[in-house]
């Protein structure tokens, strides 16, 4: 019998909401359990291995230790998969990254700043290659079924190349800019069917940029919807801090 593929859960700086969407799978995370074993996961098991085939990791880097431990769970892993926003492409720690370090140290930290070391934060791509991804924040349970499916089959795991924009049209919402508000869906990859502008809000760009994203025409489309630059610039960095949007 051909021994089941070992998986492990890490992270770095993060909420771990990603990991809890796994755990939120529910039945459909008994499916997976049928044809992988599971040798590290705190949000959902108790004991740890360092014998695992595909590493889904989460959060960004933002310590220079944490250099060293990313590394040390790529050599062992033969698959690396970014699991979430801030492992993906920074995401929401990177705001960090346009502020003063005495300013988000007595932030974060106050009277205490001096007993933590940190750094510019930053995705993990940025410290080791990155075999896959899954994308949002947080990332779509189902989303991760299928790139677990994909990668069981050997198979490179598939996301949209294309825009929220597409996935609004398709659940008939009226577009925020006919509204008169700011929305990232016109440079976001898509692939969360617009929950966000669905439920009536607008994309914050969790899931990055699409590959073939126009950002200059996206800040033409904002500078005649009449929004201020600084406040486009505010939303850029939201989760695309790591990114040329942030610029």
């Known amino acids: 019998m051909t021994a089941k593929p070992k998986i492990a859960f890490f992270d770095f700086a993060g909420c771990e909401g990603d990991q809890l969407q796994i755990a939120n799978l529910e039945e459909k995370l008994l499916d997976i359990l049928a044809h992988v074993d599971v040798v ?3 949000e959902i098991k108790t004991g740890h291995s360092d014998d695992y085939d595909i590493a889904f990791v989460e959060g960004s880097i933002t310590r220079q230790e944490d250099e060293k431990r990313l590394k040390d769970i790529r050599s062992k892993a033969k698959i690396l998969v970014a699991l979430g926003a801030c492992a993906h492409i ?5 705001l960090k990254n346009f502020m003063g370090e005495a300013f988000y140290r007595d932030v974060v930290y106050g009277p205490n700043a001096g007993w933590y070391r940190t750094y510019a934060a930053r995705p993990l791509s940025a410290v080791v290659p990155v075999d896959a991804a899954i ?7 189902l989303e991760f079924a299928r790139v677990v499916k994909e990668l069981l ?9 294309y825009p929220v924009c597409v996935e609004c049209k398709m659940a008939g919402n009226v577009c925020r800019y006919d509204l008169g508000q700011m929305c990232l869906g016109i440079i976001t990859r898509a692939g969360c069917g617009a929950c966000c502008v669905t ?3 607008h994309c914050w760009g969790c899931r990055g940029l ?7 025409a996206a800040r033409q489309v904002m500078d005649r919807a009449g929004f201020d630059r600084r406040h486009v610039q505010d939303l850029m960095r939201f989760f695309l801090g790591d990114t040329q949007a942030a610029l």
């Open 40 to 42: 590290s996961f705190r």
């Open 199 to 201: 439920e009536g809000a």
């Open 153 to 161: 089959l050997g198979r490179t795991p598939w996301l949209p190349d």
């Open 90 to 94: 920074g995401g929401i720690n990177c």
């Open 135 to 141: 994308p949002g924040c947080p990332i779509d349970r």
């Open 210 to 216: 699409f590959p073939s994203a126009n950002l200059d």
